[in-house]
């Protein structure tokens, strides 16, 4: 697995990020609207929003009418990586249980 | 629960047969796909050793390296096999975990694996409950549930 796969799970293992990843998928937000969702202090939302970017798995821009407001939303393809590694396990084990099954109904 | 990898079939033997025809025979039933090879140079000869618990899961490639893919963690014959997995690609402090199951239906025996991924989560001392939460997993889930689905047919 590799340094990006790590760094996203790393942002995944708390469960405020991952309620932040929840929220954002269903649209983008600010920090303080995600800080009052999640019961958060603005400084500990940032050091979260910090990890998450970090990850890869959010990225955050300005609205057209408004640069002084900063808006959070989901990275497209964040989980690319791990869809691929779950693909891949999926395909490897469809694999070699069909060989599995013909081996043992092969009566060997 | 965290999620994971889930793929199920049936085989026309009893759970007693199939596990020890799993265990036993995996240096025969397994097979290297080019697609998803454990390394670069094939899967090797994959065996049990020693088997029974207490156990690893080994392969020794053709070059003649041997590589531990993982320890067994459960080996309750007809019933359950639990091992760990790690390729060379890995880093050291990153496992996998594959469960095997056996289950009797009628006379045949229900086969499910269970490759668990998410144990790579670096934070080992991280509950990973909520995972089954997270939106990527509820894109995937429309996708398990489509497959388990159209194993049911098999099933």
């Known amino acids: ?108 | 629960m965290s999620a994971a990898v889930i793929v199920a079939l049936r085989v026309a033997v009893s759970p007693e047969e199939a596990f020890t025809a799993f265990t036993r025979d995996i240096g025969r039933w397994w097979t290297s796909h080019p697609l998803f090879q454990l390394s670069r140079g094939g899967d090797g000869a994959l065996r049990f050793d020693p088997a029974g618990p207490g156990g690893r899961l080994v392969t020794r490639f053709d070059d003649g390296k041997e590589w531990e893919i993982g320890a067994v963690y459960h080996w309750l014959p007809g019933e359950r096999l639990s091992f760990g997995w790690r390729l060379p690609s890995f880093k050291p402090d990153q496992a996998t975990e594959v469960d095997v199951r056996f289950e009797a239906v009628g006379d045949e025996t229900r086969v499910t694996v269970e490759h668990r991924g998410w144990d790579a989560v670096p934070q080992k001392h991280v509950a990973r409950h909520g995972f089954e939460l997270m939106l990527f997993q509820r894109r995937l889930g429309e996708h398990w549930r489509g497959l388990l689905k159209g194993m049911e047919a098999g099933l």
Request: hydrophobic share 45%.
């Open chain 1, 1 to 108: 697995m590799s340094a990006a796969l790590d760094r996203m799970l790393g942002a995944l293992a708390d469960p405020k990020r991952r309620r932040a990843i929840e929220l954002l998928g269903v649209r983008p937000r600010s920090a303080g609207e995600l800080a009052a969702d999640l019961g958060l202090a603005p400084p500990a939302m940032s050091r979260h929003l910090r990890a998450l970017k970090e990850g890869g798995l959010v990225k955050d821009g300005h609205p057209d009418f408004d640069a002084r407001v900063r808006i959070y939303s989901l990275k497209d393809g964040a989980t690319a990586e791990l869809k691929q590694w779950l693909a891949e396990t999926e395909a490897l084990w469809a694999h070699q249980l069909g060989a599995f099954k013909a081996h043992v109904e092969d009566g060997e």
